[in-house]
């Protein structure tokens, strides 16, 4: 295992954990982030950014199910689940709790350099996160 699993793993393990203020332990300061919708740079609003899913899934955890390193890059196949038991506010407004458990797959592409994610990019298809909220009918 390289530098970047053991990056990704402490970045998790940050989220987890709740310990939000940690990330800068392993994240740099100028961080290129992407996720659905959105993108910014730097520790900052990437704390700010899963305050918010903290909040709704509080619950939040990961399982890695594969991945592919090379050299400073690492390229994880994640299962993401929790349990939606708090508001989450989202650009369009607050989606209140649901109380269901979700689960969702998303691919997270990461660059490292010197013990620290320098470009982290989350991608995934939010339709069946949404369906799974029930805020999308599922096709049937």
């Known amino acids: 295992m390289g530098d970047a699993k053991k990056v990704c793993d402490e970045i998790w393990e940050i989220i987890e954990s709740g310990k939000l203020e940690r990330l800068d332990e392993v994240v ?8 659905p919708g959105m993108a910014f740079k730097g520790s900052a609003g ?7 899913q903290l909040a709704g899934f509080p619950d939040l ?28 506010q989202t650009p369009n407004g607050t989606i209140p709790a649901t109380g269901k458990k979700v689960i969702w797959e998303c691919c997270d592409y990461v660059r490292v350099r010197g013990g620290k ?5 989350v ?16 096709r049937g």
Do not use: N, W
């Open 28 to 35: 740099d300061a100028d961080c290129d982030f992407k996720f």
């Open 117 to 121: 994610a320098i470009s982290f990019h």
């Open 61 to 88: 955890r990961h399982h890695a199910r594969s991945f592919v390193e090379s050299g400073d890059t690492i390229a994880l196949e994640v299962e993401v689940s929790g349990t939606h038991s708090g508001a989450l």
């Open 46 to 52: 990437l704390r700010q950014m899963l305050g918010v």
């Open 123 to 138: 991608y995934y298809d939010t339709m069946p996160f949404l369906t799974a909220l029930g805020l999308v009918p599922q």
